[in-house]
Nanobody
Framework: QVQLVESGGGLVQAGGSLRLSCAAS????????MGWFRQAPGKDREFVAA????????YYADSVKGRFTISRDNAKKTVDLQMNSLKPEDTAVYYC?????????????????WGQGTQVTVSS
């Protein structure tokens, strides 16, 4: 069982930065691939970024590539999402998720555990 708690959301102006953090419980954090997803009002949940269990492989949605960076610290059991050059269209609730196994996952249906979400609002 893995429990995930996100933090770091908030209100920021367009062009600004935020860093989201996800803290995980459990003793085998490094055996889980991790991902970030987001859901805007009235829209489906969408993939943002993923990182493998080792942290050596990452993947990004085209909409955030070059602006967002996902990273993990297996010793601290955390996964972060650094968000730069934020745009109003990045406004959403951001969710951290964990998937059993080491390889990257891109579909929300491949993830086994989810955090409660943290709100990110980007004003224009």
């Amino acid at each position: 069982q893995v429990q995930l708690v996100e933090s770091g959301g908030g209100l920021v102006q367009a062009g600004g930065s935020l860093r989201l953090s996800c803290a995980a419980s459990g003793r085998t954090f490094s055996s889980y691939a991790m991902g970030w997803f987001r859901q805007a009002p009235g829209k489906d949940r969408e993939f943002v970024a993923a990182i493998s269990g080792s942290g050596l492989s990452t993947y990004y949605a085209d909409s955030v590539k070059g602006r967002f960076t996902i990273s993990r610290d297996n010793a601290k059991k955390t996964v972060d999402l650094q968000m730069n050059s934020l745009k109003p269209e990045d406004t959403a609730v951001y969710y951290c998720a964990a998937a059993r196994g080491l390889r990257l996952r891109f579909s929300q249906y491949e993830y086994d555990y989810w955090g409660q979400g943290t709100q990110v609002t980007v004003s224009s």
